[in-house]
């Protein structure tokens, strides 16, 4: 298992892999994920809309391989940044983001505790992006250790990611909708 496309916990019928979020996709989801899932806009910029002042908590960046279901859109090796994003309430949002371990990209590998959507949405504009999927996490994906970091409690999450192109470096950017965002 690990990937389940817009069914609950117990439908065991779900496909195994990430499917392109379309109108009818996002009809599909529940009610208060579809904003979330659908956003065009700053998604650390909404956060704080919904949850106030929010934080960013660098658990890792360096050298890495691409998960199983990233290598299809990046091939080995890549640079790996994982984060959390945090307000009052507690963490709203887990994120990896993956680029070419070959791409120029200083600003990237700098950002540090900054969030990545100040620079994907710098100046009101969106940087690019050609690709944008959807997926029911379960706790036998890859990115659990991370998600349990933030959620221990939490036997499955909502996660999107889109393939943008930032300074000519494409950046797959996994965004992880933490029960406390939904709550």
């Known amino acids: 298992m690990g990937a389940r496309l ?3 916990p117990g439908d065991l019928s779900a496909p195994e892999t990430w499917q392109d979020l379309n109108a ?3 009809a599909a989801l ?4 579809r904003g979330w899932m659908g956003l065009e806009t ?3 910029a909404a956060l704080e809309v919904a949850a106030g002042p929010v934080t960013v908590e660098l658990v890792a960046q360096g050298p890495a391989q691409p998960l199983p279901d990233e290598t299809a ?3 080995a090796p890549v640079i790996a940044r994982e984060v959390i994003l945090s307000a009052a309430r507690g963490p709203l949002l887990a994120a990896r983001t ?3 371990a070959s791409a120029r990209a200083e600003t990237l590998e700098s950002l540090g505790t900054k969030p990545l959507g100040a620079l994907l949405f710098a100046g009101g504009r969106a940087a690019p992006f050609s690709l944008r999927q959807g997926a029911f996490l379960d706790a036998l994906h890859p990115l659990d250790a991370l998600i349990a970091r933030a959620a221990p409690e939490a036997p499955g999450v909502w996660a999107r990611r889109s393939l943008f192109s930032f300074e000519q470096v494409p950046l797959l950017v996994t965004e992880i909708f933490l029960p406390a965002l939904r709550g």
Do not use: E
């Open 98 to 100: 993956i680029w070419p």
């Open 24 to 26: 009818a996709h996002l």
């Open 30 to 33: 529940p009610v208060d994920m």
């Open 42 to 44: 700053s998604m650390t």
């Open 73 to 75: 859109i990046l091939q």
């Open 6 to 8: 817009f069914h609950g």
